[in-house]
């Protein structure tokens, strides 16, 4: 991991995590519900780490909430503009523009999902392993994430060519064979965008600029930098022990088309208007961004190419949470109510956009319903052991043992156990992890984690 002080999140986190407790039920009377939201929205700026937001909620073509709350300059106590027109850093929120030029480059016969990555970036060493590019679009490629190298800690804040993260990662071995997991993984986004390049001879910067933003009016978007000045961007804070402070340096060189585009509220709104509107990708690009593949062995996931799908009826959900230093963000489309919700945040720590995300859906939609706990009839004797395998930035092991009727798992290095409800056969579940044994000949041998941007192939070593 790189220090601290460095820290870049990138995280990417699908948004679609448990929310706070719900509000209330669905209220139907507009005047009330605008009043509610706008109250959850204030509410979310009581916490000690959170320096400013900017929120739209829009229900079909009804703009219910488009306003900033808080400050985006702590120093100059300058409000975040009420129409919420300021422009953040997006972090991740950017890989659902990256899956979208590259799936306009694959309409118009410049790129080949199911080629080798290599074909496009000869450069890669990929360790004998054959990789399509589709594979780097859903985190099923096995390449390992840049952002969970100790060695990215000293590049992150130098300007050097884009080839010497090409060259680190090709020294790095496969986290596993292309297929067979989910790990959220940077570097294959990163590669994404030279591909983009390699075939467009213009820069990635350029090509969204030119293909994605302008011709919606994204007038507020563009490609971050650590030096450019930009009218109406929100300083961005990291949260610390101590209090917020300013964010730490880092080089957009390096998050590029994994993490690094700057956009408004208002803007993001017009994006997934146009995007799950019909006005970006044709029909069949749309059902491939937008539609989870299976692993080889045919496990279904829930990541598909730069957004999380996730959820059922009126909470069928497609979304994407995004971290960098300095900022958190949190973009979200419920396509059967076609309710856009986004909050994106100056400020870093426990007090996220993604629980407010929730909140706002819950109080538009009503509360979203808690899985259905079933009782287990099987023996929890064999299912008691310990199981590791590779997570993201490191080997996971999870002890799994039985208290009372409940079947407890650990995560080692984790102070939170999980205790979730028994769905099925060998599937339970908690929030949005989904956790499921693998019998083979007879004997449980494995064990899934699966939290949409992530599923971890955990194989049994204990019990």
């Known amino acids: 991991m790189i220090r601290r002080s460095q820290l870049i999140l990138l995280a990417g986190a699908l948004a679609l995590l448990p929310s706070n407790p719900p509000l209330e039920a669905q209220i139907p009377d507009r005047t009330e519900l605008v009043r509610a939201l706008d109250s959850a929205a204030a509410a979310h700026l009581e916490h000690e780490l959170v320096a400013g937001v ?4 829009v229900l079909g073509g009804d703009t219910l909430l488009m306003r900033g709350y808080g400050l985006v300059d702590l120093e100059w106590d300058i409000p975040t503009p009420e129409d919420a027109s300021a422009s953040y850093e997006i972090g991740s929120v950017t890989k659902q523009f990256t899956s ?3 799936l306009k480059l694959v309409e118009e016969g410049k790129v080949d999902l199911d080629a080798d990555v290599t074909e496009y ?10 990789v399509p590019v589709r594979r780097l679009l859903d985190h099923t490629s096995g390449i390992r994430s840049y952002t969970a190298m100790p060695a990215f800690g000293d590049l992150a804040v130098k300007k050097l060519p884009r080839d010497t993260l090409v060259a680190l990662v090709s020294e790095e071995p496969f986290d596993f064979e292309p297929g067979t997991a989910l790990i959220y993984n940077n570097s294959a986004y990163f590669l994404l965008g030279l591909i983009i390049e390699a075939v467009t001879d213009e820069s990635y910067e350029d090509y969204v600029s030119e293909h994605l933003f302008g011709p919606l009016e994204m007038d507020g978007s563009y490609y971050c930098s650590e030096n450019a000045v930009r009218k109406n961007r929100a300083h961005g804070y990291d949260g ?8 730490s340096y880092l080089d957009h060189t390096w998050p590029y088309a994994a993490g690094s585009l700057c956009s408004t509220a208002p803007d993001l709104v017009r994006w997934n208007q146009a995007l799950h509107g019909g006005e970006v990708l044709s029909p069949e690009s749309y059902q491939a961004l937008t539609t989870p593949v299976p692993l080889e062995d045919g496990t279904p996931t829930r990541y598909a190419m730069g957004l999380g799908v996730s959820g059922t009826g009126n909470h069928r959900v497609i979304a994407h949470g995004g971290g960098i230093n300095g900022f958190l963000s949190d973009g979200r489309y419920y396509p059967e109510e076609e309710l856009i919700i986004v909050v994106l945040q100056n400020s870093t720590g426990p007090q996220g956009p993604g629980a407010l995300g929730a909140a706002l859906a819950e109080l538009v939609l009503g509360p979203r319903p808690e899985l259905e706990a079933t009782p287990f009839a099987g023996d929890f004797n064999e299912l008691v052991g310990s199981y590791s395998g590779r997570a993201r930035g490191r080997d996971l092991t999870v002890e799994v043992t039985v208290e009372g009727e409940d079947l407890v798992f650990t995560p080692d290095g984790s102070p939170n156990e999980l205790r979730p409800a028994h769905l099925e056969g060998l599937k339970w579940g908690q929030g949005n992890t989904l956790l499921w044994f693998v019998r083979a000949d007879g004997e449980i041998s ?18």
Do not use: C, F, N, W
């Open 446 to 463: 494995e064990l899934r984690m699966d939290q949409g941007s992530g599923h971890y192939v955990l194989k049994r070593i204990e019990g």
């Open 54 to 57: 900017s929120v739209a909620v």
């Open 240 to 247: 610390t022990p101590g209090g917020l402070q300013r964010k």
């Open 100 to 102: 979208a030029a590259l």
């Open 121 to 130: 970036l000869p450069d890669l060493d990929t360790q004998g392993h054959r």
